[in-house]
Nanobody, 124 residues
Framework: QVQLVESGGGLAQPGGSLSLSCAASGSNSSINAMGWYRQAPGKERELVAVIRTGGTTNYADSVKGRFTISRDNAKNTVYLQMNSLKPEDTAVYYC??????????????????WGQGTQVTVSS
């Protein structure tokens, strides 16, 4: 099992900045990727950014150039720096960890772990 503890978030004005962090504890071996998803009211949960063990990152088009994901492998912690925030960034942000639990024909089978979610509100 992996336990995730999120911190950060809150209220920011448009154009402002916020940062999120998520610390993983428990069975941290075989963690393949750490990332952030968000869910706005009435919308489906969507990927914001992900960083894999080798350092490869992917971002949603809507946050490219504004958000930066980083990872401290020694602390098993993932960070999300959010700059130039827009009202449409308002959502509950969830930390996600993908941990390899098995291999089938050398293909890794990942299991998703989720944080409790933290509210980010961008409003003037």
């Amino acid at each position: 099992q992996v336990q995730l503890v999120e911190s950060g978030g809150g209220l920011a004005q448009p154009g402002g900045s916020l940062s999120l962090s998520c610390a993983a504890s428990g069975s941290n071996s075989s963690i393949n990727a750490m990332g952030w998803y968000r869910q706005a009211p009435g919308k489906e949960r969507e990927l914001v950014a992900v960083i894999r063990t080798g350092g490869t990152t992917n971002y949603a088009d809507s946050v490219k150039g504004r958000f930066t994901i980083s990872r401290d492998n020694a602390k098993n912690t993932v960070y999300l720096q959010m700059n130039s925030l827009k009202p449409e960034d308002t959502a509950v942000y969830y930390c996600n960890v993908k941990r390899v639990i098995a291999y089938i024909s050398r293909t890794p089978i990942e299991y998703d772990y989720w944080g409790q979610g933290t509210q980010v509100t961008v409003s003037s």
